[in-house]
Nanobody, 120 residues
Framework: QVQLVESGGGLVQAGGSLRLSCAASGSIFSFNAMAWYRQAPGKQRELVASITSGGRTNYADSVKGRFTISRDNANNTVYLQMNSLKPEDTAVYYC??????????????WGQGTQVTVSS
């Protein structure tokens, strides 16, 4: 049973930076990937960044060059460093631990979310 707790959200002006943290109750190596998603009001949840147990990273085109996902294995924590923030980055950001099944189904465990608001 994994528990994920996000922190680090807040209000920041455009061009500023935030670092989100996701603390997991268990080993992050128990999952195929850890990921950050975000959801703005009225929009579908979208993948922002992910990192596999092997260290491969993936980013949404909209955040490439600005966001960096990383992990601290010793503390079972995943981070999302967000630089050069834009108003369109405003959303609730969710941490996810993912297990990929042979059927092609992804099993996701979710954190409670943390609000990021970028003002212009």
């Amino acid at each position: 049973q994994v528990q994920l707790v996000e922190s680090g959200g807040g209000l920041v002006q455009a061009g500023g930076s935030l670092r989100l943290s996701c603390a997991a109750s268990g080993s992050i190596f128990s999952f195929n990937a850890m990921a950050w998603y975000r959801q703005a009001p009225g929009k579908q949840r979208e993948l922002v960044a992910s990192i596999t147990s092997g260290g491969r990273t993936n980013y949404a085109d909209s955040v490439k060059g600005r966001f960096t996902i990383s992990r601290d294995n010793a503390n079972n924590t995943v981070y999302l460093q967000m630089n050069s923030l834009k108003p369109e980055d405003t959303a609730v950001y969710y941490c996810s631990a993912e297990t990929w099944l042979r059927s092609g189904v992804r099993r996701n465990y979710w954190g409670q979310g943390t609000q990021v608001t970028v003002s212009s």
